[in-house]
């Protein structure tokens, strides 16, 4: 795939503010493309504190939502919260399960079935809700978009309070204007609606939940800790649910990551212990790729429920057997992710969705719940929008995933006629609509396209040049202040040229790991390895005198021995 490689700009005044702030110039530049030029961006992203988050009240709804909650405490009313079940579902479910019964309110709990419910509250769970007594559904993870269920909901005399993070929907007039309408719901809590005076606008489920549960607390008296004791599950769906680490979200998740490694939580110490992570420092990239998947998995091919209950046990034994099946059923995930991003490939390259702008692959037979990863990974290889639709109980239901350029759930709203449901995020979607409908969502999405070939190439943008002598400890130890990294806050990317590659070779258990000895022509050797299409990167080094490099240095522990080796994640 063609690549566009960007230097960030280069930015004057490092050398000052690094002596005042006792990092490196280097540091310096790469917090300054990240988190802003001015001296208090820097501080903050490097000193950021809990104490320093806005305060909980200011989020529009969030007072009246404690008031009420309370309120309904005092008069013995049942309360039923309604999650959704991935990670940010499940993680605010379990907060809002545990500070509704910290103040003593009679409280249960429905995360929606993925194959028979679908996605978020639906008239049928209300239903239910309304014949079990409940007085009170509170939504999290979900219900902005719910205007008719939760107008069915008020129509049986039921109270809703919604928390949700996701856009607000809208209609769009002839004139071009944006009409948002909301669900009929007693009280809202979302930052994104257009008036609420909370600073931060992008959190997830799970932490508008924790700030809800703060909130809550305060009223209650009940002490700080107890609160601070849940920031680790908001901080694990943060990363989870792949929200931008800035901001609040960044000092978040340093936080709750450094209280996952002591957690007392027996669920995930146990999920920590059947990953192999027990003892071990836990990054964003444990969450995202071994922890977190395993919550998912649960929602994906079998039932949240699982996950919630591993959340919530008390007895280790049980979390043991608990995590154990997590972890099974996500291994089975990774075989049928697999199995699937092959058929969706093989229909792209043997049709002429090949030559579409934004992808609309639809898979029948493969499990709704694996779409929206197939089609991230679909987008990676294609750099394309990408839509996967497979065959549900109702219709058909499917997910996407963007790419810079595109917002996918502005591009879905312009032909909102087409779905029985639809939602998401600039960068991902979920939705559903009658099969006969599939075939014209593929062509409308292609003809409202305005992607430039220009934008159809990925620009992968790199921090600054850093020959590979530089790439020692000290620089990887200064690079640790950068964490955690993830979407908005990439781990620093480097670029090297004019390098000789001395040996290629292939290693691995499953033959996935390229290894090189890379040689600068001035006396400096350094090892180092890549991932990927392994056979593809070393036919193409193969034969090059020379080559340049993308890559990251990092700390290599083998039989007691430490070395510096590169991670390289593009070749020219």
Request: charged share 30%; net charge negative; proline share 4%.
């Amino acid at each position: 795939m063609r690549e566009r490689w960007v230097e960030a700009p280069r930015i004057e005044g490092n050398q000052e503010m690094a002596k005042r702030l006792g990092v490196s110039p280097l540091a310096v530049r790469m917090i300054r493309n990240r988190a802003g030029m001015s001296e208090e961006a820097v501080r903050d992203y490097l000193f950021g504190e809990m104490d320093s988050l806005a305060d909980p009240l200011l989020m529009k709804g969030m007072r009246e939502a404690v008031c009420l909650l309370r309120e309904k405490r005092d008069v013995g009313a049942s309360i039923r919260i309604i999650g959704d079940y991935d990670i940010d579902g499940v993680n605010a479910t379990h907060i809002l399960l545990t500070g509704l019964k910290r103040i003593g309110a009679k409280v249960d709990t429905v995360i929606p079935d993925r194959m028979k419910d679908g996605y978020g509250v639906n008239e049928n769970l209300i239903q239910e809700a309304s014949l079990a007594g409940v007085d009170t559904i509170v939504t999290c993870d979900n219900g902005i978009a719910a205007v008719l269920e939760i107008a069915f909901a008020k129509s049986l005399g039921m109270t809703v309070v919604v928390t949700d993070h996701h856009e607000i929907p809208y209609k769009e007039e002839e004139n071009g204007e944006r009409m948002p309408f909301l669900p009929p719901a007693d009280v809202i809590v979302n930052p994104k609606q257009a008036d609420c005076d909370y600073p931060f606008k992008c959190l997830c489920g799970a932490a508008v939940a924790w700030r809800f549960v703060q909130a809550l607390y305060e009223a209650e008296g009940v002490p700080k800790e107890e609160a601070l004791e849940l920031a680790e599950f908001a901080a694990v769906a943060t990363v989870g649910d792949i929200m931008e680490l800035f901001g609040e979200n960044r000092i978040l998740v340093r936080y709750g990551l450094k209280r996952l490694e002591q957690t007392k939580n027996p669920g995930y110490r146990a999920l920590i212990r059947v990953n192999g992570l027990e003892g071990k420092r836990i990054t964003a990239y444990h969450i995202g790729f071994v922890i977190g998947p395993c919550i998912n998995a649960s929602g994906r091919l079998d039932t949240a429920k699982r996950a919630l209950e591993l959340l919530g046990v008390d007895d280790s034994r049980r979390a043991e057997e608990l995590a154990g099946d997590l972890k099974a059923l996500n291994d089975s995930r990774k075989a049928l992710t697999v199995k699937g991003t092959e058929e969706a490939e093989k229909q792209i390259e043997e049709t002429d969705l090949k030559m579409d702008r934004v992808l609309v692959v639809y898979l029948p037979k493969c499990h709704e719940s694996l779409a929206g990863i197939i089609a991230g990974r679909i987008r990676e290889r294609y750099y394309r929008p990408c839509f996967v639709l497979t065959d549900g109980e109702e219709g058909v239901k499917g997910s996407g995933r963007s790419i810079e350029g595109y917002h996918m759930f502005e591009e879905m709203t312009r032909v909102r006629e087409l779905f029985t449901r639809y939602g998401g995020h600039p960068m991902a979607a979920g939705l559903s609509m009658e099969s006969d409908k599939v075939e014209e969502f593929r062509r409308r999405l292609n003809e409202n396209c305005t992607l430039t070939e220009e934008e159809l190439v990925p620009m992968v943008n790199y921090d600054a040049v850093l020959p590979i002598q530089y790439a020692g400890e000290r620089l990887i130890e200064e690079l640790e202040l950068l964490e955690p990294f993830g979407k908005g806050n990439e781990k620093p990317l480097f670029a090297a040229g004019n390098l000789i590659v001395k040996s290629a070779r292939i290693i691995g258990k499953n033959a996935n790991v390229l290894k090189l000895i890379l040689e600068n022509g001035k006396g400096t050797r350094m090892e180092a390895i890549s991932f990927g299409d392994v056979e593809e990167e070393l036919e193409y080094i193969e034969g090059k005198e020379r080559i340049s490099i993308l890559y990251y240095p990092e700390m290599n522990e083998y039989m007691g021995r430490r070395t510096v080796q590169l991670v390289v994640t593009a070749y020219r």
